[in-house]
């Protein structure tokens, strides 16, 4: 039986170590965890959430919407999960985060051909691997990446968002409702007035911040940018960001609110919810003193605080190809937001490429070779040398995804058209050999 040694069981390394296994390939997956923790995770389990608990949109409408219905198509292990523990949360996606990575860590820990290694990597083994330890990488394992990649000291900021449990808000202050009525009131919507409002911007802005080495705001990463950073650029940045209220009334009033904070479910039962969009690195006396000055969660009791930490990742375009193999030494593939890819699906899919086309080289088969008609393949495409400029990371969207060779009628309408068209040609490639494998899901 071919070896393939996978470092990491997150998202990336969860995934690809599935689709690897499924093939019939034995799988080495060396997990820290937990012997050692990172910073950012608190559970031993695989796949483990560190921020939000959303996976985002559903709809084929959206380019995520569509990268995880290519990824259900091809068996994904993730995609899997995230079905089996999904939350309400209207028309994005969102899971028990605890069960999610239960059901993972149960999955490969069964499977035949994944054998599961306790322990720190801290250098690149022998044979075919692929790295997928994260950006929250340990020391360790960072210097031998940075040996490998001279040009991989690249890194931005990610900050976390509180946790609050749902019987401590101030429901004569809240009330349920999803944006303009859309699927089902799955969030909790906390108004606020301008008065209380411009208040509450004027003490973020000026609240205490966790010292973090070597910060500054120009090193944060715009797609998890902290609340009190977004405050920093203008008094109504919030307002068109996080706590915009278009599409929110208040049933109370019937008109929209001056600004309103959303809470989204973060477990199944019910009982947790997280600020959207609050990512932060203020000190946990702080957040609680600026936080509850929102009048819903003025007696608010906080399960978890926003944390900050560094995340680092490789200038991909000059070191990877588009099956994410480093090409000055094919053996050795990365996964994962280390690569520059940015975002838990865009991570697992990531993984998933590189299962499927590390799983073909190795049985001597022919790549899939995703094409960029496709969201994955887009991905791919674009870390590998698509970008121009300085190289940030990532988002899927419908820009990096060849456009139609026709011309289609709104935007909506067009974005169902190239989804239909992607979702087509993974049912093509999904003839191919190295897709005839076992289902253990």
């Known amino acids: 039986m071919k070896t393939v040694t996978v470092l990491g069981a997150g998202l990336a390394g969860s995934e690809c170590s599935w689709q690897l296994a499924e093939r019939g390939i034995h799988v080495r997956l060396v997990e820290m965890k937990p012997l050692k923790m990172s910073p950012a995770h608190v559970s031993a389990d695989f796949a483990e959430l560190v921020c939000s608990n959303s996976l985002r949109s559903d709809e084929l409408t959206n380019a995520v919407g569509l990268l995880k219905a290519e990824m259900r198509k091809m068996r994904s292990l993730i995609m899997y999960s995230a079905d089996l523990n999904r939350v309400a949360a209207g028309g994005a996606l969102a899971v028990d985060r605890v069960g999610f990575a ?7 820990r069964s499977h035949p051909n994944v054998e599961v290694v306790a322990a720190e990597a801290d250098a690149i083994p022998e044979g075919e691997v692929v790295v997928a330890t994260g950006p929250l990488s340990s020391d360790a394992i960072a210097d031998a990446i940075a040996a490998l990649c001279p040009d991989s000291d690249l890194h931005f900021y990610d900050a976390v968002a509180p946790i609050v449990t749902l019987e401590s808000v101030d429901m004569d202050s ?6 303009y009525d859309k699927g089902t009131a799955d969030y909790v919507n906390c108004p606020m007035t301008e008065e209380e409002y411009l208040a ?11 010292e973090v080495h070597g910060f500054d705001d120009a090193g944060v990463f715009e797609g998890c940018m902290p609340v ?15 706590m915009k209220p ?43 003193r600026v936080f509850t000055m929102i009048p819903a969660l003025k007696n608010a009791e906080f399960v978890r605080y926003g944390v900050m930490h560094r995340n680092t990742y490789l200038n991909s375009p000059q070191l990877l ?11 050795i593939s990365f996964a994962g937001q280390m690569t520059g890819v940015e975002g838990y699906v865009e991570s697992a899919a990531s993984g998933m490429l590189v299962g499927i086309e590390t799983a073909a080289r190795v049985l001597g088969l022919p790549a899939a070779d995703f094409p960029q008609e496709t969201a994955i393949g887009a991905l791919g495409l674009y870390i590998s040398g698509g970008s121009v400029g300085d190289f940030q990371p990532m988002n899927i969207n419908f820009g990096i995804i060849a456009p139609l060779d026709r011309r289609v009628k709104g935007k909506r309408n067009k974005n169902l058209a190239i989804s239909e068209r992607s979702l087509a040609l993974i049912d093509t490639i999904m003839e191919k050999e190295v897709f005839h494998c076992e289902d253990h899901r």
């Open 174 to 179: 809240a009330f349920f409702a999803s944006r």
């Open 228 to 242: 009190e950073v977004m405050a920093r650029r203008g008094v109504d940045t919030l307002r068109y960001g996080p």
């Open 200 to 210: 509450f911007v004027r003490e973020l802005v000026s609240a205490r911040e966790a």
């Open 321 to 331: 190809d588009r099956y994410y193999r480093l090409r000055s030494d094919p053996r």
């Open 246 to 288: 278009v599409g929110l009334k208040d049933p109370r009033t019937g008109k929209e609110s001056y600004a309103v904070v959303q809470l989204r479910r973060d477990n199944a039962d019910g009982t947790l919810y997280n600020l959207v969009g609050f990512q932060t690195h203020l000190t946990w006396g702080e957040q609680k």
């Open 102 to 108: 239960r059901t993972i860590t149960e999955k490969l």
